[in-house]
């Protein structure tokens, strides 16, 4: 072997064995484990948004739960004291899958990305290690107090039962807060000035700083009425399912009237969440005006399409139940409305959506010709007697609200494009220029309004016919069940769906503009795989929350003696 | 309520009057320039319209109980469930590709910065070194046959100096990942209608130095262009103020310079006027 040769040899060898050891010092910690099928992020989104929805109802619930003891104990009705027991018991069942999922969560994220959660950990320490564990064990004390004590203390002693459940939801309702603050931090996380960077300003920002974010309060005051939407919509669910496997007419009796209640408070609580949507979705673009079209024009404008046609879906069913409802009224064909209900109704999609276009929110202006339509058929006929001949039928006032519930859904869905993003955008598929307002704010915000004023006028009508007619619980059409059925499912299916936006609205961030996510899966998915494990997440919920019901209320439990039965007077305690 | 048609009759009346409803709807849509997808969607409200009205009077379901009712449930959740997928898949899909591509791009060097990324890359170079001795050994077996040429180890090059016309390119990359374009339109020579909430951008280099540019970039409150007062001044819609820390100066350098480039007269680029602070 010449010399060169030999050189060269030994110089391979040394780059070998350099190269070995360089790669063997060098090679990390073992990689985050990975789950199979899913991947880490999907994973993550599975037992997060599982948690949430099981924290949805055991916060939301119990309020409801309050007021309707309250009322038990106000009106003296038993019915409105068997629900609050009945939805307290599966609370409680509820309870326990809450904290389950909840510390599956955390298990889930440390193990799947240590790095992103002991930094989160260490911004909010004094929360996760002190706060919320103390909220939590105190809220679970409160809550089996609550739920233990129900029978020891009543008569005169209910006042301090319903006060043990006003805690549990001040404590409830802490607890939200508290963790919202990490949650809205990661999208909003704060901003740096002139003279900081926001890496500069994170670092010295007091924990205060960081809770009370940009998204912060809009995150508080949307996930509040939302639970409580959702837990009307679960008790209607419950309802539904109890008035199935009812087995006498004093049982179907009581659980229509339970379906009715739980709808009421889910469709009433419904009516502010949209706008408790919109501010939140304000506050974000505020913080961050690229967030608004990342939303409705580029990557996650197909996923508001589809919360459009759910919101639509879910206002069309809760309006269908008022129908179905109505009809077993006796006397409803008496019930009449002036004629400007109708014509407000009608003309309010268009009239709104030009005066805010002219006037956007929050101009007060926008408002100062909104009030004066909306009560316009309520103050009118008081001030112009001659109007109020014109009346229609209970029936033709619906059937229109049902029109104009279509035609909202119709201006909400209207996109600028049928594209994913608006860089692909082609003529073909594009509005007129001159339609082209039909795709923005104002539109939207138009409609969502009629929906919402629809609605009110339909359970105004609703509830004149229990005053001027006869109700007879137990006998409502049997599609009505599933009504209530379809109300839940609908509802935690767009709670996936909005969580799912709120949470890829960081992007290719663990922390918006903060912490980027290196991971191969911080990309945006796409919606119909998306659609794909909302259902997943929904339907399991749902088998673990039927569960609940079969297990704690099944039929044969359900002993207690209830007013009802053959026909009341509806208005009548 | 009231008498109510029977099940074939109602589906009959309501199901022509709402595909007369929608052909009309249609129609008027094909007269006013709407294109095809939106005359088919118009179409689609009014069907919905009548399949609405067909349930408000259809006759009331009576009750099940026991097994058929818990078969009627299962089949609705599966009803339910394959609706709401096959809804969201009907919907234009963003395809996730493009989006991996830009990421790769934003974060490749931030990550190189982490300690994560420096250890991947010191892997890398470990890999590529051990790799070369590998090929080494492998010639060296053959090295009676090959000459010392063959086995000549490349440096590494030196950086290449980038052009001004590789700038503005990397720079409309800039434009492109920071995605500018969801809130100014430049036209780069095609005709556009399109309004969008920034102002336009074809000439604004004519309308202010790269200085300015740089200046209105990282600190967007310091220059407001005419016309846009009202967005400057309300909270919402402003030009974020955050690429001062998200970008690294030579993109911000790349981003100037190719906006540097775009002379178009004939745009309607607002003038900018100064604010003071």
Same mark, same amino acid.
């Given at each position: ?37 899913? =991947? ?80 989160? %950990? ?5 929360? *996760? ?17 609550? *739920? ?89 669910? @419950? ?87 109505? $009809? ?82 119709? @201006? ?61 619980? =137990?006998?409502?059409?049997? +599609? ?50 998306? =659609? ?33 039965? /053959? ?7 | ?35 095809? %997808? ?21 006759? +009331? ?16 959740? @599966? ?21 991996? /591509? ?8 931030? $990550? ?116 846009? /007062? ?17 970008? *690294? ?29």
């Amino acid at each position: 072997m010449k010399t060169w040769q030999r050189s060269l040899l030994i110089m391979a060898g040394l780059l070998m064995v350099c190269g070995t050891a360089a790669y063997a010092q060098m090679a990390p910690d073992p990689p985050a484990g990975e789950f199979p099928y899913t =991947g880490n992020r999907t994973a993550v989104w599975i037992v997060a948004q599982l948690h949430i929805l099981f924290a949805a109802f055991i916060l939301g619930a119990p309020i409801f739960v309050v007021i309707s003891e309250w009322l038990g104990y106000r009106t003296q009705d038993p019915r409105y004291e068997r629900l609050a027991k009945e939805v307290t018991k599966v609370t409680v069942i509820l309870y326990s899958m809450t904290a389950l999922t909840g510390g599956l969560f955390i298990f889930v994220l440390l193990a799947t990305y240590p790095d992103f959660t002991t930094w989160l %950990i260490n911004h909010f320490f004094l929360i *996760f290690a002190v706060i919320y564990p103390l909220l939590f064990i105190a809220e679970t004390i409160v809550l089996y107090l609550y *739920f233990y004590t129900w029978d020891a203390l009543k008569g005169e002693k209910k006042a301090r039962h319903i006060a043990l459940g006003v805690l549990l939801n001040v404590i409830g309702t802490v607890t939200l807060f508290v963790i919202d603050g990490p949650t809205s931090f990661m999208n909003s996380p704060g901003k740096g000035s002139v003279d900081i960077s926001i890496y500069e300003y994170i670092a010295q920002a007091s924990l205060w700083d960081k809770v009370y974010n940009y998204s912060w309060m809009p995150l508080n005051l949307h996930r509040l009425v939302g639970n409580v939407t959702f837990g009307g919509f679960i008790a209607g669910l @419950i309802a539904a399912y109890m008035y199935m496997g009812a087995k006498s007419e004093r049982e179907r009796s009581y659980y229509d009237w339970m379906g009715f209640v739980g709808n009421l408070i889910g469709v009433g609580a419904l009516l502010f969440l949209p706008f408790m949507g919109y501010l939140l979705a304000f506050e974000l673009c505020d913080y961050d005006a690229s967030i608004c079209p990342y939303m409705m024009a580029d990557q996650l404008s197909m996923f508001f399409e589809m919360q459009g046609a759910m919101v639509g879906l879910i206002f069309l069913a809760s309006n269908y139940y008022i129908w179905l409802s109505m $009809k077993r009224i006796e006397g409803v064909e008496r019930v009449r409305m002036n004629v400007l209900t109708v014509v407000v109704m009608v003309t309010i999609p268009f009239l709104m959506t030009w005066v805010w276009t002219m006037f956007p929110v929050p101009n007060p202006l926008s408002l100062a010709y909104l009030i004066p339509l909306a009560i316009a058929p309520a103050v009118l006929p008081k001030v112009l007697p001659f109007l109020r001949k014109f009346t229609v039928s209970s029936r033709t006032v619906i059937k229109v609200g049902f029109l104009m519930v279509v035609v909202g859904n119709a @201006i909400w869905m209207t996109p600028h494009a049928f594209v994913a993003t608006q860089a692909l955008a082609e003529h073909h598929l594009e509005l007129p220029s001159e339609w082209g307002f039909l795709a923005l704010m104002p539109a939207k915000n138009s409609a969502a309004f009629t929906l919402v004023f629809v609605t009110v006028i339909n359970y105004i009508l609703y509830n004149r016919a229990i005053r001027q007619g006869t109700i007879v619980w =137990g006998k409502i059409d049997f +599609a009505s069940q599933f009504v209530l059925i379809f109300l839940a499912f609908s509802a935690i299916w767009t709670m996936g769906l909005m969580g799912a936006v709120r949470s890829l609205l960081r992007k290719y961030y663990h922390t918006y503009n903060l912490l980027p996510d290196f991971t191969a899966e911080s990309y945006t998915p796409t919606l119909s795989y998306s =659609g794909w494990w909302i259902t997943a997440i929904t339907l399991t919920f749902y088998i673990v929350v039927s569960f609940a019901i079969v297990l704690t209320l099944r039929p044969a439990d359900a002993k207690e003696p209830v007013a009802g039965g /053959e026909p009341v007077p509806a208005g009548a305690k | 309520m009231s008498q109510q048609p029977s099940v074939l009759k109602n589906v009959a009346i309501k199901g022509s009057g709402g595909l007369v409803i929608g052909l009309m709807l249609a129609g008027a849509a094909y007269a006013l320039g709407f294109p095809l %997808i939106f005359q088919a969607m118009f179409f689609f409200y009014a069907m919905l319209g009548a399949a609405v009205f067909m349930l408000l009077d259809a006759p +009331a379901l009576k009750p099940i109980s026991g097994v058929k009712a818990v078969a009627a449930l299962v089949a609705f959740y @599966i009803v339910l469930s394959s609706v709401y997928i096959v809804g969201a898949s009907l919907w234009p899909q963003y395809d996730p590709n493009d989006e991996k /591509e830009k990421i790769d791009k934003l974060l490749s060097r931030r $990550k190189a910065m982490t300690e994560e990324g420096k250890t991947e890359e010191l892997i890398a170079r470990a890999k590529a070194l051990s790799e070369k001795a590998e090929a080494l050994m492998s010639r060296l077996e053959s090295a009676g046959v090959k000459g010392v040429d063959a086995v000549a180890v490349s440096m590494p090059k030196s950086k290449p100096k980038v052009s001004g016309g590789d700038l503005a390119a990397l720079g409309l990359e800039q434009w492109n990942l920071q995605e500018c374009y969801n809130c100014h339109v430049i036209s780069l020579g095609q005709t556009s209608e399109k309004k969008k909430r920034g102002p336009n951008l074809d000439n604004v280099g004519t309308m202010l130095t790269a200085e300015q540019i740089r200046k209105k970039i990282l600190y967007p409150r310091s220059l407001m262009a005419e016309g846009y /007062e009202k967005q400057f001044k309300q909270k919402k819609g402003r030009m974020p103020d955050k690429y001062r820390d998200l970008m *690294f100066e030579e993109e911000v350098d790349a981003l100037v310079a190719f906006l540097t480039t775009l002379k178009d007269d004939k745009a309607d680029t607002p003038k900018v006027i100064p604010v003071k602070e």
